[in-house]
């Protein structure tokens, strides 16, 4: 019953994301087990299954990677997450899921940055490598935008031109198109300097992001930003 229950919960996901909503024509990436699992958490919590919900996430990689990244992430997020489930808060729910999105986000971007500046890589697979690990960052920040843009819609504008000016000036393209003016779009010649500023900017911005959401979460204004459905 619960695996039918969760199967459903994941088919409404992949149907009614309010990120995939919020972006037309762009695209979505494939998920891994975190993005999963977070699905599982939301969709069960807009279900109005509030159990189900703590039970997914207390279970789930979500937990798992929140527990070891504790010391790194705001103060009080996991029991504010899981409270903020119990309560159906929907808003407080979003806002929280968007805080370990953006951390995930952070930390893939960092991961590309590194890989920049490999001195034991030929430019090519380090320039490669580096857009497959921003294509892995695109993958939780999508499901993020929604929440970032509500609360700030320059930060979620300048988010998004961050992603396409580190694609490019590696080399490549926002992939599928990722942001709607790469289909016409010809590569530029890498300039691996310009890159790493568009992600460390990137990379400022979320950590700005993280810490006002935390306090807004922890303020209980979620609210203000996220509709209550």
């Not at 019953?1 to 695209?27: C, K, N, Q, T």
């Amino acid at each position: 019953m619960r695996r039918a229950l969760v199967s459903a919960l994941i088919l409404f996901a992949a149907i009614s994301d309010p990120a995939a909503a919020h972006h037309v024509g762009v695209f979505i990436p494939k998920d891994d087990d975190v993005t999963r699992n977070l699905k599982e958490v939301r969709f069960a919590a807009e279900a109005g299954r509030p159990v189900l919900a703590v039970k997914l996430f207390d279970e789930g990689i979500v937990h798992t990677t929140m527990e070891k990244e504790e010391k790194r992430l705001p103060r009080g997020l996991e029991d504010g997450l899981r409270a903020a489930l119990h309560r159906q808060d929907r808003p407080g729910t979003e806002l929280r899921l968007a805080i370990v999105l953006a951390f995930l986000t952070r930390e893939r971007l960092s991961d590309a940055r590194a890989r920049i500046h490999r001195p034991d890589l030929r430019p090519e697979r380090r320039r490669e490598q580096a857009r497959k690990l921003i294509n892995a960052a695109w993958r939780y920040y999508n499901l993020a935008d929604f929440a970032i843009t509500a609360q700030d819609a320059r930060t979620g504008v300048a988010l998004r031109i961050g992603f396409e000016d580190a694609q490019t000036y590696l080399g490549g393209m926002m992939v599928d198109p990722m942001w709607a003016a790469a289909a016409n779009a010809k590569p530029a010649e890498p300039d691996e300097g310009k890159a790493t500023a568009a992600i460390d900017g990137m990379v400022r911005i979320l950590a700005r992001f993280m810490a006002d959401a935390a306090r807004i979460a922890r303020a209980g204004q979620a609210g203000r930003f996220l509709p209550r459905r």
